[in-house]
């Protein structure tokens, strides 16, 4: 979890003023950075976690400046970690210590390039935020669903990058299934213009789908074509009370039978994590007559008109009550109380942060393991540390629980994170026994790449590697993300 | 599209004895064919455009079989095959002239390994069938939905392998959409053991997509983890008489409105089409009043009790009449009389057969141009072959045409066929001023080689070559498919 330490840094731009004078050639003077103060936001990752250093930041306007700079680190052998809107949760966007690489962030293109509502298709830029882009679906009278609580910042390109997931996935799937075309600057800068907006084609390779998830490490992805779906025009939000993990699943499974193309989000929350929300977040309430152990949030969705969704969950619900598969709902009356519903499952993060430390893991398993994960998860760390309260929150639909671990009340907060490490493998070793993933939607980053050889290795890491160096022979782009480096 | 002309053929199994002994102490006598007669099967494809020579063909009973078989041809150099259920229109599964690579059959390896009705996988080997893969899907009361006319004799290695499309791409996608997971032997002989059946899952390169669509050339898929979804409890099916391309287009986008999650299919006919079908398949009759130069078939589905989707066909289409944007339409009343409307569009390439030579062509364009591709492609077959008849249909929904050419009355078909370069070409033409694809749903196999360095050229054709130098660097897998090989 602790960066590399860094080798004794260059002065900043030391040995890149060749490079440097190169780069401000293509990009003018609006395209670079290399004031401390103006680097600095690009040093380091919103967790955190790490500080890197960098030479410059170039900002360029456009796909042509894109390759001409990449063929110039090309030429020069310097690395490049691209960054969109530095909201990544595993330090895949920060540079790393030693000062090597420059950072290409782009978000100075931001260009909605076309909309189209026949086709149901947007064609933007990377460095557009996400919430541009579902401001330009909008527009259209379409929605882009896709929904991360870091969309206000996060950009297209980091998003495709990191193949993120959300609140939406299990009815949309995740975001390179909304992908349909992209255009790639590659490690020589040469420019795959694969910006088609086919439904089909099968002409080679699936290459867009290799780029997407691959953390900036094989390209740079300048602009994509998005895949929109009508807007909702009905939408339902119930909070459950339900007595156990096996009860929220089979709920769930009922919701999927009946109708799982309104399922737009099925998420569970812990008493414990409940708990921690109402007490800290000024004005969250519980819309239920008591606390429970177990919480599903449902939310139905459908753009068809008089679709009676409200009906359609009353029914699932009555019959869940009858079953005693749930001990109470509240269905929101409106959207305000829809909102307050969302909150008190988007507070979780922030709720943990004011209890104190708090250990993060970003897991999936086949979504019939969720119990197992659930109870086995907390079994184990509880071994490892009495007292300690399990916050798995999460995406049960797609089977992706945030596994959170607070630390006990009242105990250190820096002895506690100091056992992170024994924390994540203590969790980790259920998921793999679950047939699980170490990275739900968060991606490697630097923050997982250790993982990567017992996870991944033999066949599949050997295989990522020929690609990797097929692609990028001379490990230019974000050389410290995904891959093991350096570890045994 | 003549394959090239065969080299001097070994005799049947000349220089082949040492690794045919080999392989016969791998697989044992029933995995192994070395008769004429036997292998001569597996040496056409299923349209006779190709009749290639095989040294033998090896069935393999598992996938440590196949393993150690790939493991000896790489040590002896020797070229693979791999082979399904033998359907593909491009001739992608066929070897070459020259009896230098053997046929690798996964027709053995078949066993159903799991079946999951709360996670909605089936894990399933690459030589069962389709059909055999949607019959163990309906087993757990679930819907493999994907359905293509060869589903009977094609495999789930092959249908994977070239990413198949079918009626139902505009509801559930590609084949790629319903892969989670896959087990695959690589040109060396190790092993991607992939089977996760994950939602969300981002550790690294999205390998499964890579291989999905690759034709073999990059692994032999042995197993993989297949997407299911709840069964349709109701089904309309409607037959429409529409005044034009575009009107066809726009009562597509009214029922995509509508209700996204239930249109199941949208198929194009053209009345030419129609007629071919009307006058040669016997039993075929049109069930509106006349005929037109248009036709819609659009069926909708839904898991949805009570879904009330007969209303909402009414709805949909009434609305329609009104405006002008359907002349006539017939609703299915019963099973039997949607399986009547599906079959005169699925009799149209029977049907275009029994009327004389025809030129087919799988193209994809963007969902809006269809309109465009129906008139120009027209236009341009027309002033090319006066008298000849444009049969377009196909899956509208998905931009998918098969804009087929039929001979002229009369004509001689063997002139008529010396033109289908010619004639593949003008279309191809349009396909691509529109934004298209050469081939949407069929692959590109040895038949469409040579598109790909003029359609897909340049960074996205060097990226491929990559990818495959780096995954099979002595190119033994499937060598013939899908790169342009000696051609300028």
């Given at each position: 979890m602790a960066p590399t330490p860094p080798l004794a840094?260059?002065?900043?731009?030391g040995g890149f003023q060749e490079l440097r004078n190169a780069v401000a050639e293509i990009v003018g003077p609006t395209g670079l950075l290399t004031e401390a103060a103006d680097i600095a936001p690009y040093e380091t990752d919103w967790r955190g976690l790490y500080h890197g250093r960098t030479p410059f930041v170039v900002r360029p306007a456009n796909t042509a400046e894109v390759a001409s700079v990449v063929r110039l680190c090309a030429a020069h052998g310097v690395g490049i970690v691209p960054q969109g809107g530095n909201t990544s949760m595993v330090g895949g966007a920060t540079p790393s210590e030693d000062a090597s690489q420059i950072v290409l962030s782009?978000?100075?293109?931001?260009?909605?390039?076309d909309v189209d509502a026949v086709d149901m298709t947007l064609t933007i830029e990377a460095g557009a935020t996400w919430k541009a882009a579902q401001q330009a679906a909008e527009g259209a009278g379409?929605?882009?669903p896709l929904s991360i609580a870091s969309e206000g910042s996060a950009q297209v390109g980091g998003i495709l990058a990191t193949n993120a997931g959300g609140n939406n996935t299990v009815r949309y799937g995740n975001a390179r299934d909304l992908v349909l075309g992209l255009e790639v600057v590659l490690a020589d800068g040469?420019?795959?213009?694969?910006?088609r907006r086919l439904r089909?084609?099968?002409?080679?390779?699936?290459?867009r789908q290799l780029f997407v998830g691959a953390e900036g490490t094989l390209g740079i992805i300048t602009a994509a074509v998005l895949r929109l779906v009508p807007r909702p025009v009905e939408v339902e939000v119930a909070l459950c009370a339900v007595p156990s993990p096996e009860a929220a699943l089979d709920l769930f499974t009922r919701f999927q039978r009946h109708d799982?193309?309104?399922?737009q989000a099925f998420e569970y929350m812990s008493g414990t994590g409940m708990d921690l929300v109402l007490a800290h977040i000024p004005g969250a309430t519980l819309p239920l007559a008591e606390r429970a152990e177990h919480y599903a949030l449902v939310e139905l969705a459908t753009?068809?008109?008089?679709?009676?969704l409200r009906a359609a969950m009353e029914e699932v619900l009555e019959m869940a009550l009858a079953d005693g598969i749930v001990a109470d709902a509240a269905i929101a009356e409106s959207g305000a109380r829809r909102a307050a519903i969302w909150r008190l499952r988007e507070e979780h993060a922030e709720a943990q942060r004011l209890e104190g430390a708090s250990v993060k893991n970003d897991v999936s398993v086949p979504v019939s393991k969720i119990p197992d994960l659930l109870r086995r998860g907390r079994a184990a760390c509880e071994s490892l540390i009495p007292r300690c309260r399990i916050v798995p929150f999460g995406h049960m639909g797609d089977g992706n629980i945030h596994f959170n671990i607070a630390q006990p009340v009242g105990a250190d907060p820096a002895a506690f994170l100091a056992r992170s490490h024994e924390i994540m493998d203590t969790v980790n070793a259920v998921v793999r026994d679950l047939?699980?993933?170490?990275?739900?939607?968060?991606?490697?980053?630097?923050?997982?790449?250790?993982l990567m050889r017992e996870w991944r290795g033999g066949a599949e890491l050997e295989t990522m590697r020929r690609i990797k160096a097929a692609l990028d022979p001379a490990g230019?782009?974000?050389?410290?993300?995904?891959f093991p480096v350096g570890h045994s």
């Amino acid at each position: 979890m602790a960066p590399t330490p860094p080798l004794a840094p260059p002065a900043r731009g030391g040995g890149f003023q060749e490079l440097r004078n190169a780069v401000a050639e293509i990009v003018g003077p609006t395209g670079l950075l290399t004031e401390a103060a103006d680097i600095a936001p690009y040093e380091t990752d919103w967790r955190g976690l790490y500080h890197g250093r960098t030479p410059f930041v170039v900002r360029p306007a456009n796909t042509a400046e894109v390759a001409s700079v990449v063929r110039l680190c090309a030429a020069h052998g310097v690395g490049i970690v691209p960054q969109g809107g530095n909201t990544s949760m595993v330090g895949g966007a920060t540079p790393s210590e030693d000062a090597s690489q420059i950072v290409l962030s782009l978000a100075r293109m931001r260009r909605v390039r076309d909309v189209d509502a026949v086709d149901m298709t947007l064609t933007i830029e990377a460095g557009a935020t996400w919430k541009a882009a579902q401001q330009a679906a909008e527009g259209a009278g379409a929605l882009l669903p896709l929904s991360i609580a870091s969309e206000g910042s996060a950009q297209v390109g980091g998003i495709l990058a990191t193949n993120a997931g959300g609140n939406n996935t299990v009815r949309y799937g995740n975001a390179r299934d909304l992908v349909l075309g992209l255009e790639v600057v590659l490690a020589d800068g040469s420019v795959i213009a694969g910006l088609r907006r086919l439904r089909k084609d099968n002409t080679g390779y699936c290459l867009r789908q290799l780029f997407v998830g691959a953390e900036g490490t094989l390209g740079i992805i300048t602009a994509a074509v998005l895949r929109l779906v009508p807007r909702p025009v009905e939408v339902e939000v119930a909070l459950c009370a339900v007595p156990s993990p096996e009860a929220a699943l089979d709920l769930f499974t009922r919701f999927q039978r009946h109708d799982p193309a309104a399922v737009q989000a099925f998420e569970y929350m812990s008493g414990t994590g409940m708990d921690l929300v109402l007490a800290h977040i000024p004005g969250a309430t519980l819309p239920l007559a008591e606390r429970a152990e177990h919480y599903a949030l449902v939310e139905l969705a459908t753009p068809r008109p008089r679709a009676g969704l409200r009906a359609a969950m009353e029914e699932v619900l009555e019959m869940a009550l009858a079953d005693g598969i749930v001990a109470d709902a509240a269905i929101a009356e409106s959207g305000a109380r829809r909102a307050a519903i969302w909150r008190l499952r988007e507070e979780h993060a922030e709720a943990q942060r004011l209890e104190g430390a708090s250990v993060k893991n970003d897991v999936s398993v086949p979504v019939s393991k969720i119990p197992d994960l659930l109870r086995r998860g907390r079994a184990a760390c509880e071994s490892l540390i009495p007292r300690c309260r399990i916050v798995p929150f999460g995406h049960m639909g797609d089977g992706n629980i945030h596994f959170n671990i607070a630390q006990p009340v009242g105990a250190d907060p820096a002895a506690f994170l100091a056992r992170s490490h024994e924390i994540m493998d203590t969790v980790n070793a259920v998921v793999r026994d679950l047939g699980g993933s170490f990275s739900a939607e968060h991606g490697v980053g630097r923050l997982k790449t250790y993982l990567m050889r017992e996870w991944r290795g033999g066949a599949e890491l050997e295989t990522m590697r020929r690609i990797k160096a097929a692609l990028d022979p001379a490990g230019i782009l974000n050389a410290s993300a995904v891959f093991p480096v350096g570890h045994s």
